[in-house]
């Protein structure tokens, strides 16, 4: 019997308040947080999931989009990526523009265009506010080779996500990452890492 687990170290990423952290309490606990607040360092959650037959456990990391809270735990957040989730927030166009300053980031702790890599629109569920449509962060996706989702954190079954339906796309949009990291070998572990700063560690099943 394989007991052995593989680890998929996926951070998300993007500008305070686009909802990073709802978005990986809603795939590792099921359920919108009743209450959030701004991350402080780095807010740390994983679950374990199964496909095709092996246990894979995706550990999620998002870290603060305050810089004043992110200097002390960046060069510990980037260490051994396997994928990179890009945020922003449909209602706020400055968070949009400032994905290519995230995607430079990155590229500066050198995480380049090998390390696969998606688009997140969310709160889709906000449709009267709107600021940045679809066929606009389309072609960011595209000229940065990138999948894009949009969907919502706070009602996964929003209309909006043009590659699901409606299905839960929030599970679907980290689960999709997943399959894409499954032909990759990363480091298996017994434990997660101890690292100052994280506030929360939620261990979840499919």
Same mark, same amino acid.
């Given at each position: 019997?394989?007991?052995?687990?593989?680890?998929?170290?996926?951070?998300?990423?993007?500008?305070?308040?686009?909802?990073?952290?709802?978005?990986?309490?809603?795939?590792?606990?099921?359920?919108?947080?009743?209450?959030?607040?701004?991350?402080?360092?780095?807010?740390?959650?994983?679950?374990?999931?199964?496909?095709?037959?092996?246990?894979?456990?995706?550990?999620?990391?998002?870290?603060?989009?305050? *810089?004043?809270?992110? /200097?002390?735990?960046?060069?510990?957040?980037? !260490? @051994?990526?396997?994928?990179?989730?890009? &945020?922003?927030? =449909?209602?706020?166009?400055?968070?949009?523009?400032?994905?290519?300053?995230?995607?430079?980031?990155?590229?500066?702790?050198?995480?380049?265009?090998?390390?696969?890599?998606?688009?997140?629109?969310?709160?889709?569920?906000?449709?009267?506010?709107?600021?940045?449509?679809?066929?606009?962060?389309?072609?960011?996706?595209?000229?940065?080779?990138?999948?894009?989702? *949009?969907?919502?954190? /706070?009602?996964?079954?929003?209309?909006?996500? !043009? @590659?699901?339906?409606?299905?839960?796309? &929030?599970?679907? =949009?980290?689960?999709?990452?997943?399959?894409?990291?499954?032909?990759?070998?990363?480091?298996?572990?017994?434990?997660?890492?101890?690292?100052?700063?994280?506030?929360?560690?939620?261990?979840?099943?499919?």
């Amino acid at each position: 019997m394989n007991l052995t687990t593989r680890i998929f170290k996926i951070i998300v990423i993007g500008d305070s308040g686009v909802g990073k952290t709802c978005l990986t309490y809603r795939f590792c606990a099921g359920k919108f947080p009743e209450k959030t607040e701004a991350t402080i360092g780095v807010d740390f959650r994983e679950r374990l999931v199964e496909i095709d037959g092996e246990n894979i456990k995706i550990q999620l990391w998002d870290t603060a989009g305050q *810089e004043r809270f992110r /200097k002390s735990m960046v060069q510990h957040y980037y !260490r @051994n990526v396997h994928a990179v989730v890009f &945020v922003y927030d =449909i209602t706020n166009a400055a968070s949009f523009h400032s994905l290519p300053a995230w995607i430079e980031e990155c590229k500066q702790h050198a995480l380049g265009t090998e390390v696969p890599r998606i688009l997140v629109g969310n709160k889709c569920d906000l449709q009267d506010s709107v600021q940045v449509n679809t066929d606009l962060a389309q072609q960011f996706a595209d000229a940065h080779s990138m999948p894009l989702f *949009e969907t919502s954190a /706070k009602n996964p079954n929003s209309q909006g996500d !043009r @590659n699901y339906g409606n299905s839960d796309h &929030v599970e679907a =949009i980290f689960m999709t990452v997943a399959h894409k990291l499954k032909s990759q070998k990363p480091l298996v572990l017994s434990q997660p890492p101890e690292v100052a700063g994280f506030s929360c560690l939620i261990k979840g099943s499919m």
